[in-house]
Each structure stands twice: as structure tokens, then as C-alpha cells.
């Protein structure tokens, strides 16, 4: 009965008549109107983003990315998109084993033939090459009432020792006049393992013809939970909460990674087997638990746009970190210019050693337990400045390049004797050039 | 350990806030700019993660922590 | 004076604040001096309580407050309310009796709360009997109300007072034009492009969705009728505060929001409406009218 919405008749007179009519009250003739809006159609076209970015370290790793995305939001608001990126790695990584005033002899992953690090000099394997695809897919699905949506995301990727497979659901729910937005998110990742020749047997010695023992293929997967606040706090200004937790089990361990075994006081390597020195693969545990607080504030300041994030991280293995991350976006009509600072810290791994005593090796050899001289997981600090400059092509589309230099300045946690001559951990600087597009 | 401590500072301003928090519909023409969107610059972000995924012990936080990568 | 508005120095000039018609109120200005600002925001202020004075339906001593209490005796209007009565019936002879400034009383019935209280039908056709606009007798500037029946300008008092303030604050500068944006809540005017002839930028809030639009006013003025607050929710049925006039119930199917770009402030808030009364024909009656909106399901 009351669904008999009745039809107006002569529709189109109306809007003479009310323009009279309003004449007649406001006693005036206006100059028309004259607005057009940015987004008056919600169905929209794919609109794409492309980017290449280029990485390079001093004497070490290069890569090349490039990347695509598209996006699109359809007419009920869902938006679906794909990202492709392609990763191009290059050149030397370190392999875990401490620079020493002798010659030293590494054996190649593959376990055919070897390399040579000079004396004073940090060991790096440099037949590190590698290439990566990574797709990911994601669509936002808009539920009943439209303060409710559920993003999906995919992913899967592939380089020739490792292959990836993931997903996450992520429910959001706007409360409070959409000026808060409550997140809770799962993801889980499956992750296979193959690494070069097979993986070593933790703890064993390296030996002139690569590992003595070795496994197979290995796995690891992972689930993570995070949950999120965003908060509009007034016209300029936006901040945001995360709290996330991530629990993962298998195989941690990086197979290309070895530990130097030196005399504790003379600090010399200890003598190999079959190499001039002794050194032993890596063992990370077969698990981990991480989490994480985030927090982020998002501040327009007369058309300007600042915006500071702080993260804190910690899980089981004794890793904390600390990360700043600042920017500031200068807006002028038609281009901006931000510039970027990071900063980030962490405390080492409780089994985290620049390298260990011979008393400690035949202690790990015999009772086993975790080891690694990885410097990703010893004490550092990180730093980034970086300037990024946005401009509209001629074309009227966005664009944009960043340029950034990256620090990282680490400790070693132990030096024996004549060791304390050595940089044992030096720093790693690296520059990163990006070029963005979107049409 | 100042980390902690600014975390907790953030937390209690967002608390003590929320009562006046917000704006009206009518008062999002600067938060709906694209440069305000939490995540202004995807490709950015997508690509530093992946960079810190594989040079640093740490990961997620903004988003998940995942990398799909053997690189760490 | 510090208490009955705030004028606070932006970018490009000043913006003056206060709080008329329960809504916040806005007069934003290009121009350089301070004093003129005062000048034009009290103007603007002045109008906007004069207009809520004496056409609330919350004091009892004002005009409205005579006519719904005139007991069936004619009275007899002043040039303004003349004016407005004038409109009310042209308003409610285009739309064909479903614009009706008579349908206020419908609130005793149906309260809009947020809850699943829904009145009965009983309740309803009780107060049928007193609603239309055709059975007031309107003979400029007589008016004789029958006994019961109400008058209530809300539909159009707020995009009245916001054209009315443009008006006012303009008469206060004899120089040249100085840009002037007039922001009621929402339902804004503005006297034509900004200082450095771009346009006003005026977001337009996504009530559903994650879609806010921006729109760029050059010129005219923008209203918006919605329910993204004010809505009943009954076993998963919403019931929109868009009442028909001539069943006393919901107008079923409308959108949510309904956003309106026209050269005056009451056009775009008629057009609007209008369009919310079409239910699911709301979008083919914008389309007809051909007028720039936007609307959010």
C-alpha cells in the first residue's frame, strides 16, 4: 500500500517552475550554476599504474623491477585489481662468514666449485641471481549495507628455489559517522623451499665438495591475524592503529648462510676439514612468533601533507625493532615535492653470532641448538632519506620519480682476538631509483 | 625503552579524544583528497616492504607481514 | 560578540562559525581584511537567527507559533511569509500534492530514531485527515488553517536562510566582488568562483560506500536530502524519514543520499527532495531535469 511511489507529472516542467518560483521568493535572477564533480561516476575504467625500480648496493646486490597494476571499481562499488612484478636480482650477498686477515675458500651452494674472499675482506657469495614473479590479486566486496566490506587478497610467487602461495580476508566496518573504521584481518602463506643442491643439514661443516649431508625440499607456512582502528580525528587529520601476529612454522633456516668457527683468542679461523677453515651451516628455529604495533598519523597542514608512522616489532627469537617512517608532501598546483626519512632499529637475535669459538661449535655439534650470522638478524640500525617529485605529464597524467639512499649500520655481538682489527659487520649503503606512472 | 613510551602516548591521546572526534559529511573535502588516503602511494609502500622484507629482521605492521619471498 | 560567532583566519581570508538552524553554519571569504569579514559574517549571522526565529516550530511566542495556533481565524502574513506560503503552494502543486508543508504533524506518528518502533496504522490515519495543503485557504496575505492542521517550512527553511545569508553578507560590500561560500550543514551556496578564479572544492560524504566525490563549485549552490542518520530498521526493511504526504508512510526504495548542483540553494534542496519523493524513480527524475547530482544507494 505505501509502495505506490506516484510518478510527478510533466517532469520536465519542473525545473522552470521552480526557478521562477524561487525568483519570486528570493527576489533576485542568479548567474546560473556551474559545478562538475571528480568522481560522479562510480563505475570506472581500469585505471593502471606502472613502476620500475632499480636497487643497487655498493659491490653488492642489484635489482630491476618493474611492475604493473590495474584496478577497477565497478558500479556496486566493489573494486577488483592485479598486480604483476617481475624481480631481477644480481650480484653478491654475504654469506654469513666473517672477514679475516687469510685468504678464505667457500664452497658454491651447489657444492660444484668454489670461491675466494681476499684477506680483510667480508665474504660474499657472488653467484646470488635470482628472478621473481609475484601476481597478486585482490577485490573489495562492499556487503549489505555499505558500511561493511570484506577485501580478498591472492598471491602467489615464484623464484627458481622458492615458491609462494598466499591469502587474506580482511573485514572492515565503518562506525561513528564513518569516522571510525574497525579492521580484523587473516592471512596464511605457504611457502616451498628448494634450495640449490638441497638443503644442508643445520650445524654440519661446510666441505670442499659443498655439504656433507643434505635434505631435501623443505616448507614453511604462516598465519597472521591483524587487527586495525582507523580514527578521523578532525578535517585534517586521520590516524591509524594495527596490532598483528604472525605465527610461522618449518623451515626458517636460510640454507646459504654458514657461521666462521674461530679460535676465541687468537681469533683466527678454525681449521676445516676439507677447507681452509671451518665453518658451519646455519640453524634458525622451526618456528616464530611475531608482533607488531602500528601506529600511524596522517595530518594536512595548510594543503600540505604530513604523515608519521611508528612501528614496533618483537617476536620469540629476541628480535625487536623500533621504525620511524616521516614524510612530508610539499603540494604545489601541478607537482609536489616530499621528502622522506626512516629510521629503524633492532636488537639481535638471541641466537644471533658475528661468529663462534671452537668450544661453542663442538658444543652446537654435539647438542645442536640455533646459530646464524646472518647481520639481518644482529643488532643494526637502518636509515633512508629519500626525495620524491610528483608531476602531471603533458598529458595530464600522474607521474612521478623518487630517488633514496638507504644505510645500514650493524654490530657485531662477539670478536675474538685479531678480529677486533676487522669491520666485521660493515655497513651496507644502497640506492633506490623509482619511476612511477599511472594512466 | 622510548619506543614503548610513544606508542602509549599516541594511545592515550587517541582515548581521551574520541569523545570529540570526527567530522561531518559536509566537512570531508580534505580528508577525501587522494594525497590523504591512508595509503597514498601503493607502489611506494609495496616496494619498500619488499626491500625491508629482505634486508631487515622485521616486516608488516600497516599491512600483513607476509612477503612471499625466499629472500629472508 | 566572541560568543554568538568564531571568525578564524584561513589561507586566503576568513572563515566565520556559529550554530543557527541546528546546524553548523560556515561563511567562508577571500579577502584580506578582518573587519569586512566580521562585517559580513555578522550579517550573515544576523540573517540566519532572524530566519530561525521566526519560523522555528520550538518558540512559541513567534509567528509560526500564531499560525498553528489560529484556531481555524484568519491571519493575516507579512510580506516574507507571504512569499514563503506562495512558494509552499507552487511546490505543492508541481509535485502533485507530494512536496506538502502540512505533513510535519506525520512526526507524532513516526519517530526517527534509529529504532524499530513503528507506528501503527491506526496512528497514522488518525492524523491523515489533517494533512494537505489544498485544504488551507490561501488568499494573499490571508491564511485561515483549519483547526489541528500545521505549517512547518523545515523542508526549505534552512536552504532559504542559506541563500538569504549570501544575499545579506553581499549587500555588506559595495567594492568588488569578494568569492563568498555559505555552508549550512551541508547545503551551501556560493557568489561565484574563488580569488584566483578556481573553484570551491566541496567533498560530498560516500554514505555507503568507501566513495567520497569532490565536487568543484564554480558558481550556484549545492543541497543535499539523505537518511544516512535519520531511518527506521525493521526486519531488515529500512523505512526512510521521506514520508508521502498522502499515505503517511515511507516513501519506499528512495536512495540514500541525494545531492543537487543548482544556481540557488532552495532549487537545489526542492530538486532534491523531489527526487527522494520519486523513491526508486529518483535517478530518471534527475536525468529529466537535467541537472548535475549525485546519488548514493
Request: charged letters at 20%; a negative charge; glycine letters at 10%.
Amino acid at each position: 500500500m505505501n509502495n505506490q511511489n506516484r510518478k510527478l507529472k510533466s517532469n520536465k516542467d519542473i525545473r522552470k517552475i521552480l526557478t521562477s518560483a524561487t525568483g519570486c521568493l528570493l527576489g533576485v535572477t542568479t548567474a546560473g550554476v556551474q559545478a562538475e564533480s571528480d568522481t560522479a561516476n562510480l563505475e570506472g575504467e581500469w585505471k593502471t599504474d606502472i613502476a620500475v625500480l632499480g636497487y643497487t648496493e655498493t659491490d653488492r646486490v642489484s635489482a630491476f623491477e618493474p611492475a604493473i597494476a590495474i584496478k577497477k571499481t565497478f558500479e556496486d562499488e566493489s573494486v577488483l585489481g592485479f598486480k604483476l612484478v617481475f624481480d631481477a636480482l644480481t650480484g653478491a650477498s654475504a654469506n654469513g662468514a666473517s672477514a679475516t686477515g687469510e685468504v678464505q675458500t667457500f664452497t658454491r651452494p651447489s657444492g660444484s666449485g668454489t670461491y675466494i674472499t681476499g684477506k680483510d675482506e667480508t665474504p660474499l657469495d657472488d653467484t646470488f641471481r635470482d628472478t621473481r614473479i609475484n601476481f597478486t590479486a585482490n577485490y573489495e566486496q562492499p556487503l549489505s549495507d555499505r558500511l561493511e566490506k570484506i577485501v580478498w587478497g591472492a598471491n602467489i610467487s615464484n623464484e627458481f628455489d622458492f615458491t609462494s602461495f598466499g591469502g587474506s580476508g580482511t573485514f572492515m566496518r565503518d562506525l561513528n559517522q564513518r569516522n571510525t573504521t574497525l579492521s580484523a584481518g587473516f592471512s596464511f602463506e605457504i611457502d616451498a623451499i628448494k634450495p640449490v643442491g638441497g638443503a644442508p643439514v643445520a650445524l654440519t661443516e661446510m666441505q670442499a665438495a659443498g655439504p656433507s649431508t643434505r635434505e631435501g625440499e623443505k616448507s614453511r607456512n604462516m598465519v597472521e591475524m591483524l587487527l586495525g582502528v582507523t580514527q578521523v580525528v578532525d578535517r585534517n587529520t586521520l590516524m591509524q592503529f594495527n596490532y598483528g601476529v604472525a605465527v610461522s612454522n618449518g623451515y626458517h633456516t636460510d640454507a646459504y648462510k654458514i657461521v666462521s668457527v674461530v679460535d676465541e683468542v687468537t681469533g683466527v679461523v678454525a681449521p676445516g676439514e676439507s677447507l681452509d677453515g671451518k665453518y658451519l651451516y646455519e640453524s634458525r628455529p622451526d618456528g616464530r612468533i611475531k608482533h607488531s604495533l602500528f601506529a600511524k598519523v596522517k595530518r594536512n597542514i595548510s594543503g600540505d601533507v604530513a604523515d608519521a608512522s611508528y612501528r614496533f616489532m618483537w617476536d620469540d627469537w629476541g628480535v625487536a625493532s623500533s621504525t620511524i617512517d616521516m614524510h612530508y608532501r610539499f603540494n604545489q598546483k601541478s607537482w609536489y615535492l616530499e621528502p622522506h626519512v626512516r629510521y629503524y632499529s633492532q636488537q639481535a637475535a638471541d641466537f644471533y653470532h658475528t661468529s663462534i669459538t671452537t668450544t661453542q661449535a663442538t658444543l652446537l655439534e654435539t647438542s645442536g641448538g640455533d646459530l646464524t650470522a646472518d647481520y639481518r638478524l644482529g643488532e643494526m640500525a637502518a636509515t633512508t632519506i629519500g626525495l620524491k617529485l610528483g608531476f602531471l605529464t603533458p598529458g595530464g597524467n600522474k607521474s612521478s620519480i623518487r630517488l633514496e639512499y638507504y644505510n645500514q649500520t650493524s654490530r657485531a655481538s662477539d670478536v675474538y682476538g685479531a678480529q677486533s682489527s676487522q669491520d666485521l659487520v660493515p655497513d651496507v649503503d644502497a640506492v633506490i631509483m623509482q619511476y612511477n606512472y599511472s594512466f | 625503552m622510548k619506543p614503548i613510551v610513544f606508542t602509549l602516548l599516541l594511545g592515550s591521546v587517541f582515548i581521551s579524544g574520541c569523545s570529540s572526534m570526527g567530522v561531518k559529511p559536509w566537512e570531508r573535502d580534505i580528508l577525501a583528497r587522494d594525497d590523504m588516503a591512508l595509503e597514498s602511494a601503493s607502489m611506494d609502500s609495496a616496494f619498500d616492504d619488499h626491500i625491508y622484507f629482505s634486508k631487515e629482521a622485521s616486516s608488516g605492521g600497516k599491512g600483513f607481514g607476509g612477503g612471499g619471498c625466499g629472500c629472508n | 560578540m566572541a560568543d554568538l560567532y568564531k571568525i578564524d583566519k584561513t589561507e586566503h581570508g576568513f572563515t566565520g562559525r556559529f550554530d543557527a538552524m541546528a546546524s553548523p553554519c560556515e561563511i567562508l571569504m577571500d579577502l584580506h581584511d578582518p573587519l569586512l569579514a566580521q562585517q559580513l559574517v555578522h550579517a550573515a549571522y544576523s540573517e540566519a537567527k532572524r530566519i530561525e526565529q521566526k519560523f522555528s516550530r520550538y518558540i512559541n511566542t513567534n509567528l509560526m507559533f500564531k499560525m498553528n495556533n489560529s484556531q481555524g481565524e484568519t491571519i493575516t502574513l507579512d510580506e516574507e511569509s507571504s512569499l514563503l506560503m506562495d512558494f509552499a503552494f507552487t511546490c505543492y502543486d508541481m509535485s502533485d500534492g507530494f512536496f506538502d508543508v502540512t505533513s510535519g504533524i506525520l512526526r507524532r506518528a513516526w519517530k526517527f530514531d534509529g529504532s524499530d518502533t513503528l507506528p501503527s496504522d491506526i496512528q497514522i490515519k488518525e492524523l491523515l485527515p489533517f494533512i494537505g495543503l489544498q485544504k488551507v485557504i490561501w488568499k494573499k496575505p490571508d491564511l485561515t488553517m483549519p483547526i489541528n492542521m500545521e505549517l512547518d517550512f523545515g523542508g526549505i527553511g534552512k536552504e532559504y536562510a542559506v541563500d538569504r545569508c549570501l544575499q545579506k553578507a553581499m549587500e555588506k560590500n559595495t567594492g568588488k566582488r569578494i568569492p563568498i561560500l555559505i555552508n549550512f550543514g551541508g547545503d551551501l551556496v556560493c557568489n561565484g568562483p574563488r580569488f584566483n578564479q578556481q573553484p570551491w572544492q566541496v567533498g560530498i560524504e560516500s554514505v555507503g560506500g568507501g566513495h567520497s566525490a569532490v565536487v568543484s563549485l564554480r558558481q550556484g549552490a549545492l543541497a543535499t536530502s539523505g537518511d544516512a542518520r535519520r531511518f527506521l530498521l525493521k526486519d531488515d526493511v529500512r523505512y526512510s524519514h521521506i514520508l508521502n504526504p498522502q499515505t503517511g508512510h515511507p516513501i519506499m526504495d528512495a536512495p540514500r543520499s541525494v545531492t543537487v548542483a543548482a544556481a540557488t540553494c532552495v532549487e537545489a534542496g526542492l530538486l532534491s527532495t523531489l527526487a527522494m519523493l520519486q523513491g526508486s524513480g529518483s535517478k530518471a527524475f534527475l536525468a529529466e531535469q537535467e541537472v548535475v547530482h549525485w546519488v548514493q544507494d
